[in-house]
């Protein structure tokens, strides 16, 4: 069955400091992973996904994702991070051999320390 | 700008009632879905429908079901509203047909509360 785990319930990094949020996955034939941003009493944004290509993929808000097939990862990254991208971050991966479904994380908030 | 909007922020209903949750959006999608998210959890799919009047089970229908008569219109609706249903719901709507790989847009949510 396909599935994505994000690993860390919470990460805490300084202002102005790289960041990285994980995600891992497991599917039985071609990856299609996406990342979304909540902020508080909001809705999902769609931040960025991969489909083919180049494993560096670059979205929005300054924020990129490395695809790694080997380790079966695709973290989030970001060079400096800011204050206001304090959020909950959601992992997906596309089911793309049974229902076509969107299969999401559990989340990981990230808290950015001025 | 894509738009999908819900008809409550916030709902509060008694045990047993039926409550009809609505979600529209703008720009002409396909594919509309349902998910609850609750603390831990993350989002979990409800419903789904890749056209209109056609849906399909997610991974937790029970309690639950749907109504897409228009293709911008995406109803979920309780039965018999139970205090375990007390969650956020949001709405999603993406283009293109079922097997494509576009993103969803997602709504601003109703947080449902069962009294």
């Known amino acids: 069955a396909q599935s ?8 805490n990094v300084a202002e102005g400091n790289p960041l990285t949020v994980k995600c891992t996955y ?6 299609y992973l996406f990342w979304y941003v909540q902020y508080p009493n909001r809705g999902l944004q769609f931040l960025l996904k991969y489909i083919t290509g180049d494993n560096l993929v670059k979205g929005s808000y300054g924020f990129e994702a490395e695809f ?16 206001s991208d304090s959020a909950l971050y959601f992992c997906a991966v596309r089911d793309m051999e049974g229902t076509y479904k969107y299969i999401f994380g559990t989340g990981t908030r990230l808290k950015v320390l001025a | ?23 529209v959006q703008d720009m002409d999608h396909e594919n509309m879905f349902w998910y609850r998210q609750d603390p831990g ?4 799919l409800i419903y789904f429908s890749y056209d209109v009047k ?6 937790i229908p029970e309690g639950y079901s749907v109504s897409r008569e228009k293709k911008e219109r995406f109803s979920l609706i309780l039965e018999s509203a139970s205090t375990n ?27 449902l509360t069962v009294l």
């Open chain 2, 41 to 44: 959890l993350g989002l979990r």
């Open chain 2, 54 to 59: 056609m849906k399909e089970k997610g991974d």
């Open chain 1, 68 to 83: 790694n097939k080997s380790q079966t990862s695709f973290h989030l990254k970001k060079p400096s991070a800011l204050v």
């Open chain 1, 4 to 11: 994505v785990a994000q690993p860390e319930d919470q990460v």
């Open chain 1, 26 to 31: 497991s599917v039985s034939g071609n990856p």
């Open chain 2, 85 to 111: 249903q007390t969650s956020m719901y949001l709405c999603a709507s993406s283009w293109g047909t079922s097997a494509s790989y576009n993103e969803q847009f997602f709504g601003p949510g109703t947080r």
């Open chain 2, 1 to 23: 700008d894509v738009k999908v909007t819900q008809s409550s922020r916030y709902l509060v209903k008694r045990t047993g009632e039926k409550v009809f949750l609505e979600c």
